[in-house]
């Protein structure tokens, strides 16, 4: 099958219910996308498709042939993109495993919202699971990168 | 008996064969980090091409454990710190695992305040496993039970002041001029206007003696230490690049998926493996002690086979258990006196005697890790060693268990730690179940592979919080006092059965079951009390969980003392303040979080407050939940949170290790339960074993005590107080006492 990664065509063999998630971490070797479930409980595995924030690991990668697949490597070349900048302004991070997920999950809230309250950073953020407990790091990190994007012009996405 | 040298003693003489140091590695075959520190390790040793520092340190912080054990001789070995290349760059090595608390960061500030380099220069990497990394206290390279900042505070300030003695040295030399008249500046040695780059007399430096003696900074002079400091992790865990152990990848690779006993105890009879077979991308099944594997080149393949298998396991005895049993079992117990572990005066007289006694029965259950991160291992076996790539809080155990499983020395075993995504104590096992197990499986198959746990493998696998049941009875004086106090503790030990139990087992006390009951402060102002244990044994494996003994402890000890304030009719804070002895720590944290939260203010309607203070890993830590309960959930709205953890390296970690804590510890007083029906744990993933979400986060607002006395942990003591204050707020709002966890209030 023929995915569009990061604006990279990849053609890969995978049987037709491989989830999206094992084809970009095993096939095709992008490993920032995280497995932390596998049903669309805990969002380590967010990655955007056409926009969208999807769980990779219930979505079986034929479902994204043809669509445009971003993963955290493609958010930005160098880390930049204004939820990287507030996250690492904000020193959310700890073990870091889950991050790449919950910065997926709020790049494509400030994409919809680019000034969400903390009720629309409930509802976006709720999918993905932190046991490290960043949250309030998180919530601060995504009202400064709504201002770090308005600054910027206000592009997210 | 509790003895008070037991805390950070408790592992420390289980070097009983301490290996000899590692040799220079020098493979073929490994690139980028691995060579750069097999070279650095090289160098280290004939101290050449750049300074390394050899550190020579005395295992000073060592304690003797057990009267009349045999005393060890802690063997001196070089401890290798800090890199300096020519270039300027300085490379710290970090012997210490990065699994979320901050170590990636704060124990460089802690070389570099001496060393007086330029923090904008500094990078880290994990050291390999070797005797030069071993824990100070507990003589083998670990991660754990909060020491990490304290137990090498000393060791890294001393490496970071001996390189820059040896760099100021060597520049002098050069200048020809008097080493005294020249300072340290920014990774440079400045003498009048003249600046010589460290990294262009690190060479020269490596070649002179070491000094006999280094002079640290007063801490008046820190300018490092103590400041607000960004992690130097963030970077590469905000754009998918920091390398954790589910993402490493070797040449020729295999992913295996192990299928696992469904009961704890149960033995495989057969297993029959040809609809495995069959799953295109499966390379082999193999059998190992732990079950069966499959192989496969990826993951799907892998989890597609294992689930494939068609398995005939001998379920045995524990097949009958459900947690009812094991609750009715261990209240049977609890209502008869344990093994003692802390004993004054006479409990039973007293308590007959009194006229008003406080009872009550407190119960919480099996919890797991749940770390983000799934289990694994990856393992290459090759003529010379093994190799072993993998996130562990538990090197130097590792290395042992890996040692036994393929009859090699422990320096044979190479340990390449990633980063942790998570830890909390699953991934420091004694046992090493998920690297002996990966090792097994290379060694069955004679493949480089890759073993990944699911979800459901982690939520069955075991290795759990225990589950706890505590009697408490209280006996009160007319003016509210407690005069007697017992404290009967039941549950399984976390170290029986592994190698550290002569150590850490005392006269029939497992000293982690009693943490935080049989040294608790308040015992000092009631003349009889008695704080005893029933150790029972189960199939199920449990482990240390965030906070260990504290983890139950706190949650009882602190919520029975509120409802001897309720029954003394008395302020909780104040009854608190007058049982504590008046230089107590808990004091000083209890006050500055009373201040800061308005304790006694009026608070909005259909909310309440609770306070818990506890001492764990030697900080002190008070907390007061603010909440409210709506449609039979409990929400916290806010906490505040005083800590005193002696002097402080970076106070963002602390702010971060306790809201960590907290988020940790709710996620269990709200949600976390693992039950058992048949001898089968019940929940198997994130749906039904419950963490807690970000919209459930409450404000946490964390406040340090300015302290300079004895420096404890931060990664742990944020954990205990928070179940016991939002129990007591509950009760503050409702007036029903909730002894179980998860908190049900509907």
Same mark, same amino acid.
């Given at each position: ?6 604006? +990279? ?7 037709? #219910? ?7 971490? #095993? ?22 498709? /056409? ?26 070349? /160098? ?8 996250? +690492?302004?904000? /020193? ?25 309250? /903390?009720?629309?950073? #409930? ?35 | ?80 710190? $800090? ?8 490379? $710290? ?59 090498? !505070? ?109 009961? !704890? ?142 009859? $090699? ?24 179940? !998920?690297?002996? &197990? ?17 979800? &459901?493998?982690? $939520? ?36 029986? *059965? ?9 006269? *029939? ?48 000890? &602190? ?188």
């Amino acid at each position: 099958m023929k995915l569009v990664v990061n604006g +990279q065509p990849h053609e890969v063999d995978a049987p037709a #219910d491989m989830p999206l998630l094992w084809v970009l971490r #095993d096939l095709i070797g992008l490993t920032g996308t995280k497995f932390g479930c596998g049903m669309a409980q805990c969002g380590a595995c967010t990655v955007h498709l /056409d926009g969208q924030p999807i769980r990779s690991c219930v979505m079986p990668a034929v479902a994204a042939a043809g669509k445009a697949i971003t993963t955290i490597e493609g958010l930005s070349k /160098d880390g930049t993109h204004p939820v990287q900048r507030a996250w +690492q302004e904000t /020193d959310v991070v700890q073990c870091g495993y889950c991050q790449s997920g919950q910065i997926m999950s709020a790049a494509a809230l400030l994409a919809q919202k680019p000034q969400p309250s /903390d009720a629309d950073i #409930d509802t976006a953020m709720a999918g993905n699971l932190c046991r490290c407990g960043t949250y309030q790091r998180i919530r601060s990190a995504v009202h400064r990168a709504a201002e770090l994007a308005k600054e910027g012009g206000g592009h997210v996405a | 008996m509790w003895r008070e040298d037991m805390k950070r003693s408790d592992i420390a003489m289980h070097a009983e064969t301490p290996s000899p140091p590692n040799p220079p590695l020098e493979r073929e075959g490994l690139k980028g980090d691995g060579l750069e520190r097999r070279r650095f390790l090289k160098n280290s040793a004939l101290a050449a091409g750049g300074l390394v520092i050899a550190c020579f340190m005395p295992v000073a912080v060592r304690r003797a454990l057990a009267e009349g054990a045999p005393a060890t001789k802690a063997p001196v070995s070089p401890n290798a710190f $800090i890199r300096i290349a020519p270039d300027n760059s300085v490379t $710290i090595l970090l012997k210490h695992s990065e699994m979320g608390q901050g170590v990636w960061t704060s124990l460089p500030m802690v070389v570099a305040e001496e060393l007086g380099c330029d923090w904008s220069t500094v990078r880290v990497e994990h050291a390999p496993a070797a005797p030069e990394y071993a824990h100070t206290a507990f003589g083998l390279q670990m991660t754990g039970g909060s020491t990490s900042t304290w137990e090498s !505070f000393d060791q890294l300030r001393t490496a970071g002041a001996m390189a820059r003695t040896l760099l100021i040295a060597a520049a002098a030399a050069k200048l020809g001029v008097n080493a005294v008249e020249c300072r340290a500046e920014k990774g440079h040695v400045v003498h009048g206007k003249r600046r010589i780059r460290y990294g262009d007399v690190a060479d020269a430096a490596a070649k002179l003696p070491m000094p006999a003696d280094v002079k640290l900074k007063e801490a008046k002079d820190w300018t490092i230490i103590g400041k607000p400091t960004r992690r130097l992790d963030s970077l590469a865990k905000t754009t998918g690049t920091a390398e954790f152990g589910i993402d490493v990848k070797r040449p020729d690779m295999l992913v295996a998926v192990v299928a696992r006993a469904p009961v !704890f105890g149960a033995k495989l009879r057969t297993f029959d493996a040809t609809k495995a077979k069959a799953v295109a991308g499966v390379v082999d099944v193999v059998q190992v002690p732990s079950g069966v594997a499959v192989l496969a080149k990826h993951f799907w393949a892998a989890k597609k086979g294992r689930d494939a298998l068609v398995l005939d396991w001998d379920e045995g005895a524990f097949a009958s258990v459900t947690t009812a049993s094991l609750r009715e079992e261990y209240r049977r117990r609890a209502a008869t006196a344990g093994t003692p572990a802390k004993v004054a005066g006479d409990v039973e007289s007293a308590l007959k005697a009194a006229g008003n006694v406080v009872e009550g029965v407190y119960e919480v259950p099996f919890l797991a890790h749940a770390p983000m991160e799934p289990l694994n291992c990856t393992v290459a076996i090759g003529a010379d060693g093994c190799d072993v790539w993998t996130g562990t809080q538990f090197q130097g155990v590792d290395q042992m268990n890996v040692a036994k499983a393929l009859g $090699i020395k422990p320096e044979q075993v190479r340990i390449h730690t990633t980063f942790l995504g998570g830890g909390f104590g699953r991934r420091a096992n004694p046992a090493s179940d !998920f690297i002996a &197990e990966a090792v097994q499986v290379a060694k069955a198959s004679k493949r480089t592979v890759k073993v990944v746990w699911t979800r &459901e493998d982690d $939520i069955h696998g075991g290795y759990y919080r225990p589950m706890w049941t505590s009697r408490l009875r209280a006996a009160l004086d007319k003016d509210g006092k407690p005069t007697a106090w017992s404290h009967t503790i039941v549950g399984q030990s976390i170290i029986e *059965g592994t190698p550290f139990a002569s150590a850490m087992i005392k006269d *029939g006390i497992d000293a982690t079951s009693v943490e935080g009951a049989a040294d608790s402060p308040y015992l000092a102002a009631i003349p009889a009390h008695r704080v005893d244990l029933h150790s029972p044994t189960s199939p199920v494996t449990v482990l240390w969980w965030r906070s260990v003994g504290h983890s139950h402890t706190a949650f009882v000890v &602190e919520s029975f003392v509120d409802e001897c304030a309720h029954a003394a009719k008395q302020d909780p804070l104040a009854y608190r303040r007058a049982l504590l002895p008046k230089d107590a720590r808990e004091r000083r944290a209890l006050d500055l979080a009373a201040d800061k939260f308005g304790w006694g203010n009026p608070l909005p309607d259909g909310h309440a407050a609770g306070l818990a203070v506890h001492q764990s890993f030697d900080s002190y830590v008070a907390q007061i939940a603010e909440v409210s309960v709506a449609d039979g959930k409990v929400r916290v709205h806010r906490v505040v949170c005083a800590i005193d953890c002696g002097p402080v390296v970076n106070p963002l970690t602390v702010e971060a290790q306790m809201q960590s804590g907290i988020a940790y510890g709710l996620s269990a007083a709200l949600h976390g339960e693992l039950t058992l029906k048949s001898g089968r744990i019940e929940q198997s993933n994130f749906h039904d074993y419950v963490a807690l979400r970000l919209p459930e986060m409450p404000k946490v607002e964390v406040h340090i005590v300015p302290s300079t006395d004895k420096m404890g942990g931060c990664g742990e003591p944020g954990t205990p107080p928070i179940a016991p204050a939002v129990g007591n707020a509950l009760f503050a709002l409702t007036g029903k006492r909730l002894r179980s966890l998860p908190f049900r209030v509907a």
